[in-house]
């Protein structure tokens, strides 16, 4: 198949809108602050959501960078750049279509210094945290209380979902059960250790991006200003921190709109 060119005209607006169904099309079409939908899997959501990008670039309504689609897998981001594509070709290039975790690497990577971390930060899979945990749960002597690495890493990744860092994780905890105290002491250690690595581990990548927007509102409405349309599909995945990082893309800024889709709850 040909790659179609980018000239606006009747032709091209006829391709962007072929094949959908009215509800489709009018949600392509839609203009205004947020638009949620909500239909089941397979339905043509993710249609919806490529098939708008590529009429708000190709009437020009927005420049590729000013757009952020976000997935959840690397998989989906690369399925949704190719659908853009195929539909208007090389313009969705500069295009920010990435999955939470790679979005906020490139945010985090720019605005490093403010966290005090170089730009050139490492970023930890679940293999290295779990190293780490391991060396400090011998070091603690935590194993007498059953706790593993695998085990210390679920209740360190739930806090940190939950946007709890390791001093609100204390605040928030029962010292005086041993095994409580204990695991507050695990998460400080472990995330001294990341500082002086110089690392993030997965779920760090979201949390500390929602704190930089939160500590830093310059930094928060530079991104405001910068994405004036975010995509979000597959929306009832979201975790508490995922949610927050939406919430402060897009608070503040009148201007910026949104599109959400996700399943209906069962
Ligand atoms: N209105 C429609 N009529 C027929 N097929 C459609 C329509 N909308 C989408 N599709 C097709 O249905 C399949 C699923 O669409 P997709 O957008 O991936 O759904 P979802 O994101 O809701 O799971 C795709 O192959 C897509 O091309
Ligand atoms: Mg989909």
Same mark, same amino acid.
């Given at each position: 198949?040909? *790659?179609?060119?980018?000239?606006?005209?009747?032709?091209?607006?006829?391709?962007?809108?072929?094949?959908?169904?009215? *509800?489709?099309?009018?949600?392509?079409?839609?203009?205004?602050?947020?638009?949620?939908?909500?239909?089941?899997?397979?339905?043509?959501?993710?249609?919806?959501?490529?098939?708008?990008?590529?009429?708000?670039?190709?009437?020009?309504?927005?420049?590729?960078?000013?757009?952020?689609?976000?997935?959840?897998?690397?998989?989906?981001?690369?399925?949704?750049?190719?659908?853009?594509?195929?539909?208007?070709?090389?313009?969705?290039?500069?295009?920010?279509?990435?999955?939470?975790?790679?979005?906020?690497?490139?945010?985090?990577?720019?605005?490093? #210094?403010?966290?005090?971390?170089?730009?050139?930060?490492?970023?930890?899979?679940?293999?290295?945290?779990?190293?780490?945990?391991?060396?400090?749960?011998?070091?603690?002597?935590?194993?007498?209380?059953?706790?593993?690495?695998?085990?210390?890493?679920?209740?360190?990744?739930?806090?940190?979902?939950?946007?709890?860092?390791?001093?609100?994780?204390?605040?928030?905890?029962?010292?005086?059960?041993?095994? *409580?105290?204990?695991?507050?002491?695990?998460?400080?250690?472990?995330?001294?250790?990341?500082?002086?690595?110089?690392?993030?581990?997965? #779920?760090?990548?979201?949390?500390?991006?929602?704190?930089?927007?939160?500590?830093?509102?310059?930094?928060?409405?530079?991104?405001? $200003?910068?994405?004036?349309?975010?995509?979000?599909?597959?929306?009832?995945?979201?975790?508490?921190? *995922?949610?927050?990082?939406?919430?402060?893309?897009?608070? $503040?800024?009148?201007?910026?709109?949104?599109?959400?889709?996700?399943?209906?709850?069962?």
């Amino acid at each position: 198949m040909t *790659q179609m060119t980018l000239e606006f005209g009747d032709d091209l607006d006829a391709r962007l809108l072929a094949g959908l169904n009215p *509800q489709q099309k009018q949600a392509v079409l839609h203009r205004g602050p947020a638009l949620l939908i909500v239909a089941g899997a397979g339905s043509g959501k993710t249609s919806v959501l490529t098939r708008r990008i590529a009429h708000f670039l190709a009437h020009k309504e927005l420049w590729p960078s000013q757009i952020l689609a976000i997935t959840f897998t690397n998989k989906a981001a690369a399925e949704m750049r190719e659908r853009v594509k195929h539909l208007i070709g090389d313009e969705a290039s500069g295009m920010w279509i990435k999955t939470f975790h790679s979005a906020c690497v490139a945010i985090l990577r720019r605005e490093a #210094d403010r966290l005090g971390h170089d730009a050139n930060f490492t970023i930890y899979d679940s293999g290295d945290s779990r190293a780490i945990l391991k060396r400090i749960i011998r070091d603690l002597g935590a194993d007498i209380h059953k706790l593993t690495p695998a085990g210390a890493a679920s209740v360190i990744s739930n806090a940190k979902n939950e946007l709890a860092d390791a001093e609100s994780f204390a605040r928030n905890s029962d010292l005086s059960d041993p095994v *409580q105290r204990v695991l507050v002491e695990i998460f400080e250690r472990y995330q001294a250790e990341l500082r002086r690595n110089n690392a993030f581990d997965f #779920d760090d990548l979201i949390a500390e991006t929602v704190y930089l927007f939160r500590a830093f509102p310059d930094v928060a409405a530079a991104y405001q $200003r910068k994405f004036r349309h975010i995509l979000v599909d597959e929306y009832q995945d979201t975790n508490r921190a *995922q949610y927050a990082l939406i919430h402060e893309l897009t608070s $503040r800024c009148l201007s910026s709109t949104t599109l959400l889709t996700r399943e209906p709850v069962s």
